[in-house]
């Protein structure tokens, strides 16, 4: 079954060796250190910013794409959940390493002791976006895939997400109308029934560029009706990062 499901940021600028002084980012540490994935055999972590959609055969990866050195991660993997899946998604493993949307989570210490299989959506955001029904479609079919193979396993869901990217004048996009409105819906229904984030994603996609549009479609089709254990937000440079997790 699946058994937990989760939604974590992946800005290197909230990882302590890169800016240990930075309040929001020990807030964000502190949650995602709190999420707890041990009644689950692995952890699925749904990224977006991989070459292409698809499932990482390995789970080795760094920080060098930042022009970071000596931040690297390596982590066990499942590799018949990999196959599983992949086969259940209609998508070969990929090769590595995997992207930074996998590799800060795992550096954020998420999911510690537990196998993990990365994957990766299509991105919608960027120098060379994608089209967002194309992520919204892989979104929705990696999620059947994922009820499939968790049919004969306990697997946690993983959704590796910032929401808007447009909050201040610092952000990268600057300040947008209309970005710290959807950001404030997108918490609350992430804290009410992740199920009603599916009606925020053309907003987050086209108001607030958000990266997380497809991993938060995982988690809306996924997690629908579930309980939430709190939802932790923050905002430091104009881009809404969030730390969560729900149960059954």
């Known amino acids: 079954m699946i058994a937990r499901g989760a939604v974590v940021p992946h800005a290197p600028v909230l990882l302590e060796a890169i800016q240990p002084s930075l309040d929001e980012g020990r807030r964000l540490r502190k949650a995602v250190s709190e999420l707890d994935f041990s009644e689950a055999e692995a952890v699925v972590i749904v990224s977006a910013h ?30 018949e959940l990999v196959r599983s899946l992949a086969g259940a998604w209609g998508r070969a493993p990929m090769d590595g390493p995997v992207d930074f949307g996998v590799s800060v989570p795992l550096l954020l210490g998420v ?40 049919d004969e396993r306990d697997v946690a869901v993983i959704a590796s997400a910032h929401a808007s990217a447009g909050l201040t004048d610092r952000a990268p996009l600057t300040k947008v109308p209309g970005a710290g409105e959807i950001d404030r819906e997108l918490v609350a229904a992430l804290d009410e029934d992740p199920g009603l984030v599916e009606g925020l994603l053309a907003r987050l996609h086209g108001t607030g560029d958000a990266c997380g549009v497809g991993p938060l479609a995982v988690i809306a089709h996924l997690f629908r009706g579930w309980s939430s254990e709190g939802v932790t937000y923050e905002a430091p440079y104009g881009v809404g990062y969030l730390a969560g997790q729900w149960t059954a």
Do not use: H, M
């Not at 919608?124 to 059947?144: H, V």
């Open 50 to 79: 991989g070459p292409r959609a698809g499932i990482y055969e390995r789970v080795e990866g760094s920080l060098r794409g930042f022009d970071i050195e000596g931040l690297e991660v390596a982590r066990d993997t499942d590799f």
């Open 111 to 150: 999911g510690g002791g537990v196998p993990v299989v990365a994957v990766t959506l299509p991105e919608t955001t960027g120098p060379k976006p994608g089209a967002l029904p194309d992520a919204l479609d892989a979104a929705r079919t990696l999620s059947e895939a994922l009820r499939t193979v968790a």
